[in-house]
Nanobody
Framework: QVQLVESGGGSVQTGGSLRLSCAAS????????MGWYRQRPGKQREWVAD???????YYADGMEGRFDISRDTDKNTMYLQMNNLKPEDTGVYFC?????????WGQGTQVTVSS
């Protein structure tokens, strides 16, 4: 059973930074792509950023420039560096990993940004 474990969430003030980690129980090369999603209070889960085969990265509108997705295949870990955080970034952040026929999700990590 593939497991994804997020960490790195916490409480920061506006303008602060956090780095989220998503540790996978298997090699990242097993996945066709990985990504970060978030669910803000009262809203549906939304896509934040993706990293795909070859290391190509993609961001949702408004995310690039403040958020940076990366991975370390030696550590089987994906990251999301979040800078200049705003209160509207508050929510639970999830990582997702995709194989050809399966999808895996982590349990989520809470990010709270206070003004």
């Amino acid at each position: 059973q593939v497991q994804l474990v997020e960490s790195g969430g916490g409480s920061v003030q506006t303008g602060g930074s956090l780095r989220l980690s998503c540790a996978a129980s298997i090699s990242l090369h097993s996945f066709t792509g990985m990504g970060w999603y978030r669910q803000r209070p009262g809203k549906q889960r939304e896509w934040v950023a993706d990293i795909r085969g070859g290391g190509y990265v993609y961001y949702a509108d408004g995310m690039e420039g403040r958020f940076d997705i990366s991975r370390d295949t030696d550590k089987n870990t994906m990251y999301l560096q979040m800078n200049n955080l705003k209160p509207e970034d508050t929510g639970v952040y999830f990582c997702r990993a995709r194989e050809m026929m399966k999808d895996y999700w982590g349990q989520g990590t809470q990010v709270t940004v206070s003004s």
